[in-house]
């Protein structure tokens, strides 16, 4: 039987990125959908705590 069809459902994949620049830092969340991608980005922190939220977003933690 030939199989010509997705099984299972598509999911975007999405890509995170900890950006930093000027004393402050944010993360950016990109959905690489069908047609072009879909941006968001957190607000900015100072350095330090930006870094603690991509310990949080890269063990799980982060909400």
């Known amino acids: 039987?030939?199989?010509n069809r997705c099984l299972s459902p598509h999911v975007p994949?999405?890509?995170y990125e900890l950006c930093t620049a000027g004393g402050q830092g944010f993360i950016r969340?990109?959905?690489q959908r069908e047609?072009?991608?879909e941006?968001?980005?957190t607000h900015r922190w100072p350095i330090p705590r930006?870094?603690?939220m991509w310990a949080a977003v890269l063990s799980g933690?982060?909400?």
């Open 61 to 63: 933690m982060a909400r």
């Open 50 to 52: 930006a870094y603690e």
């Open 1 to 3: 039987m030939p199989l």
């Open 39 to 41: 941006v968001h980005e």
């Open 35 to 37: 047609g072009s991608p």
């Open 29 to 31: 969340r990109t959905l």
């Open 13 to 15: 994949l999405a890509v």
